[in-house]
Every structure is written in C-alpha cells, then in structure tokens.
C-alpha cells in the first residue's frame, strides 16, 4: 500500500531554512494533491500548502511569504522549504495526501529550531 | 480565514458511552468537513469527510453529521482505542483550517 516518509535534519538555526522531503512509496505520485502540515509541540495543526503532481501550488498566506514546495517525480518526492525560521517554527512536520482533505499521512517528524 | 471551533475542548468517558463531539465554523461551509483522531506521537488517522462519509476501514461505530456552520463527530460506543484527540478541518477554502482538538479520556 501507498506510504509516505518524512526526512530531513531534526534541528534548524533560527534565520536559516528548514528543508524537508517526503517519500512516496507503494504508489505514483503523478496524481493527487500533496500537502505538509506541522503542529507545534502539544497544540494543534496547521496546513503548510500543498502541490499537484503538475506543480501548481496552494500556500498557506500567513506562511506563503517563506514557504516554497516542489515536486520530483522520477524520485517519487515532494519537498518542503521554509525560510527565515524561529523558535515558532519548531514542530512536528507531516506529508499528507489529499485536495481537500487527507486520507494518508506520514508518521511526521520533529524539527526543533534552536542556535 | 474560516476559524473552525471544537468543543469541548476535553471530555471524560467510559467505554461503551455515547460520545459527541461538536465543530462549529466560523461561515457556512456546506458540507466540506473532515473529522480525523490522533493518538499520542502518532499522525492523525482521516475518519470521516464531506461530514458525513466514513473513510474506508473506519468502523460503523463513527458517524458524522452536520452543514452549514455546525457539525458533530459522535462515537455510539466508546471503545478502548477510541481514547485520543479528535479534530475537526474546513475544505471549503484555502487555507485549509483545522479546529483546535478535543481530547478523550478514560474517565
């Protein structure tokens, strides 16, 4: 079945860029929407953007200003880079599958940001 | 932005309760709703969409209703792995927002 995989350093400088991949195993990922979604240690969740496998993209604007996600797919990967990050950016980063909403989910991984 | 409202926030129940969770959006929404459960250090698990469509594999026990600006996740029969945080998401429009959560506990 279809699996997605999260990767990338767990811990980011403040003012640098935070740079993740998720890789799409079990299955293409020339169709459907791809998404990151992140929560903050103990709080909620949040929509980061997401791409179709064509490359449009939908951001989030109150992260658009610092996020770009691109799409390889002779690599079956997506990716994530968030720029200019601060303590507030530290979370648990996912990858999701979905338009509009998310019917398969990576396990996420941490990225703490912190000198 | 459409501000999605759970509540409550956190509840107590036993197992073999009737559980109700409420959502509430901040404009009507039609019926582009999703309800997803997430356990400790695990990644949310999509249970309904469109408020009222049970996602494959989910089991009967877990229904959703509601449109408009109100929506309900209820749990006919709590069961033991049931314990966990439920959150609520709007598709109507981007930017895609989630409600804040609300967590069952074992009472």
């Known amino acids: 079945q279809v699996q997605l995989q999260e990767s990338g350093p767990g811990l980011v400088k403040p003012s640098e860029t935070l740079s993740l991949t998720c890789t799409v195993s079990?299955?293409?990922?020339?169709?459907?929407?791809w998404n990151w979604i992140r929560q903050p240690p103990g709080k909620g969740l949040e929509w980061i953007g997401n791409?179709?496998?064509?490359?449009?993209?939908n951001y989030n604007p109150s992260l658009k200003s610092r996020v770009t996600i691109s799409l390889d797919t002779s690599k079956n990967q997506f990716s994530l880079k968030l720029s200019s990050v601060t303590a507030a950016d530290t979370a648990v980063y996912y990858c999701?599958?979905?338009?509009?909403?998310?019917?398969?989910w990576g396990r996420g991984t941490l990225v703490t940001v912190s000198s | 932005d459409i501000q999605m409202t759970q509540s409550p926030s956190s509840l107590s129940a036993s197992v073999g309760d009737r559980v109700t969770i409420t959502c509430r959006a901040s404009?009507?929404?039609?019926?582009?709703l999703a309800w997803y459960q997430q356990k400790p250090e695990k990644a949310p698990k999509a249970l309904i969409y469109?408020?009222?469509s049970v996602q494959s594999g989910v089991p009967s026990r877990f229904s959703g209703s509601g449109s408009g600006t109100d929506f309900t996740l209820t749990i006919s029969s709590l069961q033991p792995e049931d314990f966990a945080t439920y959150y609520c998401?709007?598709?109507?429009?981007?930017?895609?927002?989630f409600g804040g959560g609300t967590k069952v506990e074992i009472k």
């Open positions: 999701a599958r979905g338009e509009w909403h998310f019917d398969l």
């Open positions: 079990g299955g293409s990922i020339s169709s459907y929407y």
């Open positions: 791409i179709y496998y064509r490359g449009n993209t």
């Open positions: 404009q009507g929404i039609s019926t582009w």
């Open positions: 469109a408020a009222s």
């Open positions: 998401q709007q598709y109507n429009s981007h930017p895609l927002t």
